[in-house]
């Protein structure tokens, strides 16, 4: 079936640096999608959210970027901090409202001090 | 807002007894919410859509008679592993939106340790 998956599994990156999580995508129908953050132990924390009508959104310390021609999605964390060590996934919602979420495989960050 | 949480967060049982995990939205009404399984090292999967006041939505391979939902109120969803076994122990997270919107926020999740 069709999903949602990241190209790296692990990413490192020294402390004040700027990181960048992929996610590629299959559902060309998706109109939305999410990243979440999940530390250990806990439940996903919601990121930043983009819609399919637009190619950036900015938040704070976080942008994502969205390609349609190519299906992928891209968070940027800016000036990494030793809280921002988790694991990040990537969601697509594959329908108008509150609907089925398909997540990525997810990537763990880990920030070297 | 958009506060979700579980309870408990943990739990151990014996195989063959039946567990109860609720999911609560604390300050929004939700008529949808959703629960995952997550195991280790892994990505979250979609194991049901519970409904108020009707039956839930079940994906594919997940046995509605072993995991029971029952969403009777606007802010409570309960799943129940009926007659647990080693092989059911996960983390189990559920998930909710707020009316109108497409984000969904999640619960703290439930370790589960069947023994």
């Known amino acids: 079936g069709e999903s949602v998956g990241l190209h790296l599994p692990t990413l490192s990156v020294q402390e004040g640096d700027n990181s960048i999580i992929n996610c590629a995508y299959s559902n060309s129908a998706s109109d939305y999608f999410i990243w979440y953050k999940q530390e250990s132990g806990k439940g996903p924390q919601f990121i930043i959210d983009?819609?399919?009508n637009m190619d950036k959104r900015q938040g704070q310390r976080v942008t994502v970027l969205l390609n349609k021609t190519v299906k992928h999605l891209s968070l940027q964390i800016a000036a990494t901090q030793p809280g921002d060590s988790a694991v990040y996934f990537c969601?697509?919602?594959w329908g108008q409202g509150a609907q089925k979420l398909v997540f990525g495989q997810g990537t763990r960050l880990t920030i070297n001090p | 807002g958009a506060v979700v949480s579980q309870h408990p967060s943990w739990v151990i049982c014996k195989s063959g007894t039946s567990v109860k995990i609720e999911c609560r939205s604390l300050?929004?009404?939700?008529?949808?919410m959703f629960w995952y399984r997550q195991f280790p090292k892994q990505s979250l999967m979609l194991m049901a859509t519970s409904n108020e006041g009707s039956k839930a939505t079940y994906e594919q391979g997940v046995e509605k008679d072993k995991f029971l939902i029952n969403h009777a109120s606007l802010t409570l969803s309960t799943l129940t592993v009926t007659s647990a076994h080693p092989e059911d122990s996960s983390f189990y997270i559920c998930?909710?939106?707020?009316?109108?919107?497409?984000?969904?926020?999640f619960g703290p999740g439930t370790r589960l340790l069947v023994l």
């Open positions: 998930s909710a939106a707020p009316p109108g919107r497409e984000t969904q926020y």
């Open positions: 300050d929004f009404q939700a008529t949808t």
């Open positions: 969601a697509e919602n």
């Open positions: 983009i819609r399919s």
